[in-house]
């Protein structure tokens, strides 16, 4: 009788893991335990639990915000590189990026509306207020003089 009540057990179980491989979208992350028995953990796809789970992975990886706003350019192509590669899904990215901006740059980043920041529409947002045109670089450019403390460079 016992077994073949572990029979069955085994078999319910069988069927359970086949429906958990043939259907990912239930949230299901396989694991293993000492004993080698699969365990299955329901992963939190909340807003919370993603922006935990991705900040934790770019804590280290992702630059604060430069001082120069003439850098923010490069400063958001080398963070939506880093999300690229690590894979950050778009709803998490504005949420991630706001830690690592200056206290000036927080400031504005409150004026825009929640839709905006969840849209990820803070590297637009952030480059209109800093008028960080092509005009802009070229005036810079135009009016760009040498410090004191700077040497001339010689190209050959």
């Known amino acids: 009788m016992e077994l073949e009540q572990a029979k069955i057990s085994l078999e319910m179980r069988m069927i359970e893991v086949q429906a958990a491989e043939t259907n990912p979208e239930e949230g299901c992350v396989w694991g293993w335990r000492r004993s080698k028995a699969p365990t299955c953990a329901r992963v939190d796809n909340t807003l919370a639990a993603q922006t935990k789970r991705y900040g934790d992975i770019m804590r280290h990886v992702l630059p604060k915000m430069p001082a120069e706003n003439s850098e923010l350019p490069q400063f958001f192509k080398t963070v939506e590189k880093l999300f690229h590669i690590y ?70």
Do not use: W
């Open 87 to 156: 894979e950050v899904r778009d709803g998490v990215k504005a949420k991630l990026l706001i830690p690592l901006l200056t206290a000036q740059t927080k400031a504005l980043v409150n004026r825009m509306s929640v839709k905006n920041v969840t849209n990820y529409e803070l590297k637009k947002f952030l480059l209109t207020e800093y008028k960080l045109t092509p005009q802009e670089y070229k005036g810079r450019f135009d009016t760009a003089v040498k410090n004191a403390d700077e040497t001339h460079s010689v190209c050959s």
